[in-house]
């Protein structure tokens, strides 16, 4: 069974970054697709962003120009560069997994966006 961890959520002031890593118990290069999900308190999970395995990436217009996604086949990590945060992306954020046949969830990490 693969497991995918999460680290890096926190406190944060509006207007700063945050750094949200994710590193699955399996080769980060064994995936189709790694992305970030986030559900905020009384609202549906919703995609952040997404990373494939030809490198190829997609963003939720809320947050393009200010969230970076990335892989790092030699660290086996997933990361998501978050900048000029806003109250409104605080959530829980998702690491997800995918296979050809299968979804990995991790358990989620608290970001607050709050002064």
């Known amino acids: 069974q693969v497991q995918v961890v999460e680290s890096g959520g926190g406190l944060v002031q509006p207007g700063g970054s945050l750094r949200l890593s994710c590193v699955p118990s399996?080769?980060?290069?064994?995936?189709?697709?790694m992305g970030w999900h986030r559900q905020a308190p009384g609202k549906q999970r919703e995609l952040v962003a997404i990373?494939?395995?030809?490198?190829?990436?997609t963003y939720a217009d809320s947050v393009k120009g200010r969230f970076t996604i990335s892989r790092d086949i030699f660290k086996n990590t997933m990361s998501l560069q978050m900048n000029s945060l806003k109250p409104e992306d605080t959530a829980v954020y998702y690491c997800?997994?995918?296979?050809?046949?299968?979804?990995?969830w991790g358990q989620g990490t608290q970001v607050t966006v709050s002064s």
């Open positions: 997800n997994a995918r296979t050809m046949d299968r979804d990995y």
């Open positions: 399996a080769r980060i290069f064994s995936f189709e697709v």
């Open positions: 990373t494939r395995r030809d490198g190829t990436t």
